[in-house]
């Protein structure tokens, strides 16, 4: 089955310590990236990446990392969280065309105390 | 910059209702338009999509027409589940940028 997943679903921490969501799909796409949802926002882009080792920033990258080593995995870091950064985060893949389907996964839901 | 303007909700209806949910956007070039749906507790599903002028996407009953004239794509269906409560997300791509601009999101609440 195609998917992507996330872990943890559901995080509580508190401010400055680091954190890592990873993410991972299983459908050899080349594009993947990272998503928050808030409130009256709909979504917006954190960070997105084209392929192993390349990575570039979204619309808010600000306090958060990523890499991807391999092609399945993406994690999203954040090295000192605060409290601005409690959100749902979602991570998506796609093929590579701008018109295919980019597939979500599950979401995080991440306070930060 | 590229920007879609979803109209606001919650909206609730009942059983078997219409729904419209609009969607205008503003975009440099030529986008590719999606409604994203997401239901409970989960990520966002491909609802359905257009990727030029005058095109119809249309998938589980509901469809939207690419309007370039009237820089919009609005979702309708007409006649509403109690399943179809859901959060549904109008966005756009365009071409060269991977990224997907969505809309604020319109939360639709169908009651037996």
């Known amino acids: 089955e195609a998917q992507v997943t996330q872990n943890p679903r559901y995080l509580i921490t508190v401010t400055g310590k680091k954190l890592t969501v990873t993410c991972s799909q299983n459908?050899?796409?080349?594009?993947m990236s990272w998503y928050r949802q808030d409130p009256g926002l709909g979504l917006r882009q954190i960070y997105y990446?084209?392929?192993?080792?390349?990575?570039d920033k979204g619309d808010v990258p600000e306090g958060y990392k990523v890499s991807r080593k391999e092609k399945r995995n993406f994690p999203l870091i954040l090295e000192s969280p605060s409290p601005n950064q409690t959100s749902l985060y979602f991570c998506?893949?796609?093929?590579?065309?701008?018109?295919?389907?980019?597939?979500f996964g599950p979401g995080t839901r991440l306070t930060v105390l | 910059g590229d920007s879609v303007t979803q109209m606001e909700g919650p909206v609730t209806l009942s059983e078997e209702a219409f729904l419209t949910i609009n969607c205008t956007y503003t975009?440099?070039?030529?986008?590719?338009l999606f409604w994203y749906v997401q239901y409970p507790g989960e990520g966002l599903q491909l609802l359905l999509k257009?990727?030029?002028?005058?095109d119809k996407g249309s998938n589980k009953g509901f469809e939207a027409t690419y309007r370039k004239e009237t820089t919009s794509f609005h979702l309708e269906k007409g006649s509403v589940q109690v399943s179809d409560s859901a959060v549904y997300f109008c966005?756009?791509?365009?071409?060269?940028?991977?990224?997907?601009?969505f809309g604020a999101g319109t939360t639709v609440t169908v009651r037996a």
């Open positions: 998506a893949s796609t093929a590579g065309r701008v018109t295919d389907t980019q597939y």
């Open positions: 459908m050899n796409h080349e594009y």
């Open positions: 990446s084209m392929n192993v080792e390349v990575t």
């Open positions: 975009a440099t070039g030529y986008p590719s």
């Open positions: 257009a990727t030029k002028a005058d």
């Open positions: 966005a756009l791509s365009l071409s060269g940028d991977y990224k997907l601009s």
